[in-house]
T-cell receptor, first 111, second 115 residues
């Protein structure tokens, strides 16, 4: 149980464009979804917490206008990286609910 | 401020031997601790957890020890297998197992198990 499906697994985009990453809870309802980012050889850093039907909570230093989070249903949360720049290249991972299960991650490369 | 620290970036052990991965934390409010295994370009996979009311939890080849007074936990893998080679992260949270909301991760330790 507690499967989280994350798509896409990898994406390459041009600088200035926007990229949407989806996380779906397949066999449970996730009223909360946690979004993390991992730079190479570094730890997983919590970016924001999305809550179904309300605004996301962002960690200090994370630009809410750049990383748009939408949690419109109990099974889907999306992270949109707007006006992406090369420094946004990273590994983005979601975690569904208060369980221990993470999505498979999305490798974003901005060129 | 790094609240969860894994001071050894890498560890190499021989197959069949014990692997010991260490983790220290500074926040005394943490009451739930987890270990994850991660391969490159994949999400972390949950391994084992421990509540602060315990000092040991065992699951097959994996045992986690918690020393609250030292704010230290360790993961023991016995016997180590080549398939255990991965990056291991410890994580901590406040609120017990029912509210593992904000997980704070260590930097990770790369384990290599040699055949």
């Amino acid at each position: 149980g507690a499967v989280v499906s994350q798509h896409p697994s990898r994406v390459i985009c041009k600088s200035g464009t926007s990229v949407k990453i989806e996380c779906r809870s397949l066999d449970f309802q996730a009223t909360t979804m946690f979004w993390y980012r991992q730079f190479p050889k570094q730890s997983l850093m919590l970016m924001a917490t999305s809550n179904e039907g309300s605004k996301a909570t962002y960690e200090q230093g994370v630009e809410k206008d750049k990383f748009l989070i939408n949690h419109a249903s109990l099974t889907l949360s999306t992270l949109t990286v707007t006006s992406a720049h090369p420094e946004d290249s990273s590994f983005y991972i979601c975690r569904g609910g208060y369980g221990y299960t993470f999505g498979s991650g999305t490798r974003l490369t901005v060129v | 401020d790094q609240q969860v620290k894994q001071n050894s970036p890498s560890l190499s052990v021989q197959e069949g031997r014990i692997s010991i991965l260490n983790c220290d934390y500074t926040n005394s409010m943490f009451d739930y601790f987890l270990w994850y295994k991660k391969y490159p370009a994949e999400g972390p996979t949950f391994l084992i957890s421990i509540s602060s009311i315990k000092d040991k939890n065992e699951d097959g080849r994996f045992t986690v020890f918690l020393n609250k007074s030292a704010k230290h936990l360790s993961l023991h893998i016995v016997p180590s297998q080549p398939g255990d080679s991965a990056v291991y992260f410890c994580a901590a949270s406040v609120g017990g197992s029912s509210n593992t909301g904000k997980l704070i991760f260590g930097q990770g330790t790369t384990l290599q198990v040699k055949p």
